[in-house]
């Protein structure tokens, strides 16, 4: 069963018994999958704007509006915030371990249990800390397997996005737009909104990716004014390949600056690997 964000949530912060069968064990990834428009309707059936606006709430400077969430779910942040972030970008990497996600909340929750209930109100603010403390030894544990798979996963979403943020090429499409494509490994792109959407600042943008066949861009209210939405999109054919123009131009530019700081003396093929993988060298204009 494939679930979004919110309904994984749901299934952490409720009494379901069944998230030890099969039921939770199949990969998000299967979202999709395939080449198929059916495969995008399921994906947006699950995938809700709730969804989105916790991913790039995480990642913005207001942070996240929880007064769309249960009461359950802002326990779970209050908790942990790093157990948390590791729920959310375990999510994000489409992985076969949402059984796992869902062990790992509930363990968080059921943690706070563990500590003893205050005897007064002057020992409320202890209370609380040693419940912190408890979710907090929970969500490290490396010797439990759940911990130890939510982690890893996570730990895989959260190193592409920073490396995306250095590794993305944008250039203006027909329309003026500066464009980015690529095609991560993890379901990343509403994780990067923020960060593009305060360095472009009113300049129009948007990322593409191919491999999910999705696009996130940043609209503002009207011309001139300050920030902006972020809308997650499904993509057509010929938005695909509108990124053109001046893209020639936009890739000598690219070239010639690596170029011309480049130090032939100090190539190092391996760590360049390391730092840029082949995987992401399809979009990368100066390789």
């Not at 359950?72 to 999510?91: P, T």
């Amino acid at each position: 069963m494939n679930l979004g964000l919110v309904q994984l949530f749901e299934a952490i912060t409720g009494n379901a018994e069944d998230a030890d069968s099969n039921l939770y064990n199949g990969s998000q990834g299967e979202l999709f999958g395939g080449s198929g428009n059916d495969n995008q309707k399921e994906y947006f059936s699950n995938i809700k704007e709730t969804d989105i606006s916790i991913v790039t709430g995480m990642h913005a400077k207001t942070g996240i509006d929880f007064s769309v969430l249960q009461p359950e779910i802002l326990r779970l942040f209050e908790l942990s915030r790093d157990a948390f972030g590791a729920v959310v970008y375990a999510w994000m990497s489409e992985l076969p371990v949402t059984g796992q996600i869902i062990r790992f909340g509930k363990k968080i929750l059921a943690s706070q249990n563990t500590v003893s209930n205050a005897a007064n109100l002057s020992q409320r603010d202890k209370f609380e800390a040693a419940q912190r403390k408890a979710a907090q030894i929970a969500a490290t544990d490396r010797g439990d397997l759940d911990v130890q798979t939510v982690r890893e996963a996570a730990q895989k979403v959260w190193h592409e996005i920073h490396r995306l943020m250095g590794l993305l090429r944008f250039c203006p499409d027909e329309g003026g737009v500066y464009t980015a494509q690529c095609e991560p490994d993890h379901f990343v792109l509403p994780a990067l909104g923020p960060h593009f959407m305060e360095r472009f600042g009113e300049t129009p943008w948007a990322m593409i990716d191919n491999k999910r066949r999705i696009k996130i861009s940043c609209e503002t209210a009207r011309p001139g004014a300050s920030g902006g939405t972020l809308v997650l999109s499904t993509n057509t054919e010929n938005t695909f390949s509108s990124v053109k123009g001046r893209g020639g131009e936009w890739e000598n530019l690219w070239k010639h600056y690596h170029k011309i700081i480049n130090n032939e003396s100090r190539n190092n093929p391996e760590l360049q690997k390391r730092f840029m993988p082949t995987r992401y060298w399809k979009y990368l204009s100066e390789l």
